[in-house]
């Protein structure tokens, strides 16, 4: 697998940005453009975003032409591939999660949750405890689709 790409998204794509960190995609925001561009050519990153005019053919963006999340996801996907690894990574502030048990979040998520859940994991930046659920399902059909139509077989049909 080739080695992960780092980005930078500016405002224009902040679901992207969230979505792209669930796949486990090293995707940092940086809400105005300009700062965003600086930041990126700073850390060797790529600038995702949709500001056509400002930024097309400047080396290092990657310009998303259109405003579908799940076009977005699928050009990204298929022009930086690497490893998938889901549910790893806060969509909310890009850290690595880190696993907890039950028992370290009990009293910080909902009974029902404690009760049933068996894998849960904690954002050492933000604080924010997730678990497999329904938010998280639906991102994992919205992956699984857009994965599906990145692969070079099933891209023939867009334009
Ligand atoms: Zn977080």
Do not use: K
């Not at 549910?87 to 909902?110: D, F, H, I, K, S």
């Not at 904690?122 to 994965?147: D, N, S, Y």
């Amino acid at each position: 697998m080739p080695t992960p790409h780092r980005f930078v998204a500016d405002g224009t794509v902040i679901r992207l940005a969230r979505m792209l960190r669930f796949a486990g995609y090293d995707v940092e925001v940086v809400p105005d453009p300009g700062q965003a561009y600086r930041a990126a050519v700073r850390e060797g990153r790529t600038l995702l975003t949709r500001n056509r005019r400002r930024f097309l053919n400047r080396p290092g963006v990657f310009v998303l032409p259109s405003e579908d999340l799940d076009d977005q996801l699928v050009r990204v996907l298929a022009r930086f591939p690497q490893e998938i690894q889901p549910g790893q990574r806060c969509v909310m502030c890009n850290a690595e999660l880190q696993p907890a048990t039950p028992q370290e979040v009990r009293g910080e998520v909902p009974l029902y949750v404690y009760l049933t859940a068996r894998t849960f994991h904690r954002c050492p930046r933000c604080g924010r405890i997730t678990w497999p659920g329904t938010h998280v399902t639906r991102m994992f059909a919205r992956l699984h689709r857009a994965l599906h139509s990145a692969r070079p077989s099933g891209s023939g049909s867009r334009s």
